[in-house]
């Protein structure tokens, strides 16, 4: 979705604003501008449709600079993807002008009375109306930090706003109105920046105030003035980001997600450090707020959560119904508030959230609260709203994920899952202490069997090659690993645009059976666990039809190989950590196709990384 980047300071503004637009290219875009307020103090605009590339040769072609700027890549909501649609917008007078994230729900009528009163709109944007609107406040007198505020008033929606004048070339005026993505102010040395994300601004700097709904802040280069909507002043936190820039580099790979899933052992020896703690025989979840009352009186957990992180999500019920012996439901966070869910004094509401800003994810977690729940969530992106909000949260620590198809922050999310079981678990009484030990060394060894899995390359590029022309797949997984399938039928549509469906495989007789001939390749998870004959049986179904076979299947096992056209493996690993391991050959799976059909992996067409849109 739409990205900002602005800057203000001694340095010029533009290359700092295309760095910071380009480290943003993952939220997705179609077109992207910027606006800098030139020596001559007019404010000098450059927009241009498609990959941020054809801006920068716009700006090289047609320089623009200045010590203050704002900058935007557009995902189109209001109007096709084009110059004049693109941000930043600028009103009659070229005096005033704004990137906007979000949608102005009642911008038609405000454009009417805008045009009624003689303004000329110059796209078919929503954004634009604000812009024309500040611009009118300035021309009644008022300062930007005013007319901001007045126009704001009249906007309904969720949406987050940079400002910049002409008449005021010192200062950037920012607000947020809702959960339409963040806004985060960098505070550098004698400078300071804003962006929707963090990755956008790293480089300059990892000390940043997050701009929560409702607020406004006033930036110049020596500092931001944070108030209220109306003004009241607001004490603002300051919060140092532990993310090391160069871990949202490529670095010497071909595309950040290829990067993101062989970082997998790394990124999971990191969720788990300090929290499992292995001379103990115990895992700990300090910042989870959790009192050993409140474990003994939970009697329900309902995730919310979307896309990837609602296939972490069911994973999650196996794990804590089995660990913690809590019941667990799971809903998408674009469901959950329609359905009136039922929500007792001692339900908790966990939102799993890589992003920490979806907005399905966040209305739910809204939901929750208004019901009384106590409100927990598992984050990757550290100081987001989700994490804001949340009574208690437990981080990924899967550090900055760039890829908008969700790899190292799934796996992160399943081991947070697992130390809540076990957490749970100890408080509850439901684990022995023998029991727990075990588990903690399990979750200790998994970086290891991941670095495994990531060792196998060749098999997954001969797959690619034969079945990159294929049109639709199959997968299938049963037990705690159906979800699995899930998601290996999610990262293959997502990246490569083939069609597939994932299924608990015993479904498959119950309609998808019908789908099988020679043309669609059925994925299997088949590891050795208590399932195995179950998917064993299935696989036979399967080729009993002429279907294709790719099996997953556990390393050493000699018996798949006469039942399936092909194998792919995964080492042994215990039954409720199998699907971190399980999913990683899935991932690459769906990699190597997408790279071998020519997709553009790290930006599908149509998606985007921070989904903050209903
Ligand atoms: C994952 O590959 C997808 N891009 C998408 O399903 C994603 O998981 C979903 O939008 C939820 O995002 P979140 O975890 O940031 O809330």
């Not at 970082?263 to 020896?269: C, L, N, V």
């Not at 809204?366 to 100081?383: D, F, H, M, T, Y």
Request: glycine share 10%; proline share 4%; net charge negative.
């Amino acid at each position: 979705m739409c990205g900002i980047v602005g800057y203000v300071g001694p340095r010029d503004a533009t290359p700092i604003i295309l760095a910071g637009l380009k480290r943003l290219e993952y939220r997705g875009y179609d077109s992207a501008g910027l606006a800098v307020v030139e020596a001559d103090g007019t404010i000098g605009v450059r927009r241009e449709v498609g990959k941020l590339n054809g801006l920068v040769e716009m700006v090289a072609a047609d320089p623009v600079s200045g010590h203050i700027g704002i900058g935007h890549t557009r995902w189109a909501t209001h109007g096709e993807p084009s110059r004049r649609n693109a941000h930043p917008h600028v009103g009659v007078t070229g005096e005033v002008t704004a990137v906007h994230n979000g949608i102005i729900e009642n911008f038609l009528p405000l454009r009417q009375e805008l045009e009624a009163e003689g303004r000329r709109f110059d796209s078919e944007t929503d954004s634009e109306v604000v812009v024309h609107l500040v611009e009118a406040y300035m021309a009644g007198g008022a300062d930007l930090e005013v007319a901001v505020r007045q126009a704001l008033k009249q906007i309904k929606g969720a949406n987050a706003f940079v400002f910049l004048s002409s008449r005021e070339p010192d200062k950037l005026v920012t607000a947020r109105i809702g959960n339409a993505g963040g806004i985060t102010v960098g505070v550098g040395e004698g400078e300071m920046l804003i962006a929707s994300d963090i990755p956008a601004i790293l480089t300059h700097t990892r000390r940043m105030i997050f701009i929560e709904d409702r607020q406004l802040a006033v930036v110049t280069r020596d500092g931001a003035r944070v108030t209220t909507l109306d003004g009241e002043p607001v004490a603002t936190e300051l919060y140092t980001i532990p993310w090391d820039p160069v871990s949202a580099a490529k670095g010497q790979y071909r595309h950040f997600m290829q990067k993101e899933i062989y970082e997998q052992a790394r990124s999971i020896t990191d969720t788990i450090r300090g929290r499992a703690r292995l001379e103990a025989g115990h895992a700990r979840l300090e910042d989870l707020e959790l009192t050993l009352e409140e474990a003994q009186s939970l009697e329900k957990i309902i995730i919310v959560a979307c896309g990837t992180s609602a296939y972490a999500g069911r994973v999650g019920k196996f794990i804590i119904e089995s660990l913690a012996r809590v019941p667990v439901e799971i809903d998408y966070g674009s469901e959950f508030r329609y359905r009136d869910p039922i929500i007792g004094p001692n339900t908790a509401v966990l939102a799993i959230t890589q992003s920490g800003e979806t907005v399905d994810t966040l209305a739910a977690m809204e939901e929750a609260r208004n019901k009384g729940a106590r409100l927990w969530s598992i984050v990757n992106a550290i100081g987001s709203q989700a994490m804001r909000i949340s009574e208690g949260y437990i981080l990924m620590h899967a550090g900055p994920e760039i890829g908008v198809a969700s790899t190292k922050a799934f796996t992160a999310s399943l081991v947070d899952l697992y130390l809540l079981g076990c957490y749970l678990g100890e408080l509850r009484g439901t684990l022995t202490a023998n029991d727990l030990r075990q588990r903690v060394d399990d979750l200790a060894r998994l970086p290891a069997l991941v670095g495994r899995v990531l060792g196998h390359g060749d098999e997954y590029e001969r797959i690619a090659n034969r079945f990159h022309d294929r049109e639709h797949f199959l997968y299938l997984g049963r037990s705690i690993n159906y979800p699995i399938a899930l998601e290996g039928a999610l990262k293959l549509k997502e990246i490569s645009y083939i069609h597939a469906e994932g299924y608990p495989a015993g479904e498959m007789k119950h309609g998808p059976i019908a789908l099988i001939d020679e043309a669609m390749p059925v994925v299997a998870i088949a590891v050795r666990d208590h399932v195995y004959d179950k998917m064993i049986s299935q696989i036979e179904q399967v080729k009993a039809r002429g279907g294709i076979v790719i099996a997953l299947a556990t390393e050493g096992d000699e018996d798949i190989g006469g039942k399936a056209d092909h194998v792919i493996t995964a080492p042994p690993t215990p039954r409720l950590l199998s699907p971190v391991v399980n999913v990683i050959p899935l991932q690459l799976l769906a990699y190597h196709l997408a790279v071998r059909r020519g997709c553009d992996v790290d930006q599908p067409r149509n998606l985007a990384k921070s989904v903050t849109v209903e």
